[in-house]
């Protein structure tokens, strides 16, 4: 992929100037090698990772920062790092008046931390990944635990992306896997941003559509490879992860990489973290998720026309919210009343675009074919059922729509079959 090209300010037939504030991307065998000609400028530099991610290449990058290294801050945790206010302190204590630079070595919370820290401290990040397992990289958001709570902040993107092949293609299995379930799970957001902009008039780019998609289409058949680690295959998907968080940047929203199934991959890990229970990682989260996505998207096809619903009363459906998010139902509430989804009439959007949208819903693939996707990369959608079981699965159908600010595939099925 042409980053560079992607990076560049781009007026669009959509009425937008397609713009990201990234500089650099590296994605090849041996682009630690690169890392100091991307220092020019600097010379205070803030290392920082934790034990497994400094293990993975953490000698070589502090080399090639050579004379400019401030110091190094490796995170020492028993078990995992979580990305709170506890360790955002530590990160800020290394801080002096004179850090002109951030660079991050890691994938998911390191790359949160250094992005959270950077953001307040007014500082660039470079990031050097080790994993290819989430499409975060390029984004603006950073998923912080604050409170107790999982707080997603809009922060800013990395002035570099660095990522060697050879280091990711020796990440653990299961982070490879993660990241090629978020690829896979674009067919569902895709879906649902084309179903947004017929049922509520949204904004969508056919360009940041087409490019996503893309990138979807070479990564889909990768599984096997993956599974063996070829480096080629793992250049492809890392290459869509990033590309796809410059996607987002483009269009100033995460609408090109989340739809109903980021939706209920957060209910899972919400719900998760709030009654203390097990969740998937999030990418395998998504791509489970997307096979119920797919499975709405079947049974409404098979509405010959949108028939008027019965919605049930606001006493009812703030008893579910309650009952689902106990703790967090608050916020839940707050937002939809804020939203006033509820009192929109979306009927005569369905009636008058039915065919139409009969067509997006047939163009996502099949849950069948989801699950094919699944098995190739040997994820069992058994184990999604097992964990999570039928009725919390039934409950993110109907209430994991109520976190977001979002019209996804979620709302069109509350609105013409979930009673
Ligand atoms: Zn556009
Ligand atoms: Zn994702």
Known sequence: MNFEELLRDNPCSCGMTHRCSIKHVIIESGAVKKVASLLGGYGHILLV????????????VKAQIGEKLESVHVYQRDGLLIPNEEAIEEMRARLTEETDLIVGIGSGVIQDLCKCVSFQEKLPYHIIATAPSMDGYASVGAAMIIGGMKVTYSAHVPEAIVADCDVLKDAPMDLIKSGYGDILGKYSCL?????????RGEYFCQYVYDLTFDMLVKT????PKLLSRDPEAIRVLMEALVGVGIAMAMVGNSRPASGSEHHLSHFFEITGIVDDTPYFMHGTDVVYSSVYTEKLREELLKLDAPKPNTVPSREIWEENIRRVYSSVSDGVIALQDKLGW???????????????IKLILAEAPSSDEMVGYLESIELDIGEFRKLYGDKKVEDALKFAKDLKDRYTVLWMYYDLMVH
């Open 191 to 199: 879906n649902d941003w084309k179903l947004a902009r017929v049922v």
């Open 342 to 356: 509820y009192n929109e009439d979306r009927f005569p959007a369905y009636c008058d675009n039915w065919q139409e």
């Open 49 to 60: 990772a934790d034990t497994n991610t400094y293990a993975t290449c953490g000698e070589e």
């Open 220 to 223: 889909k058949d990768l599984g």
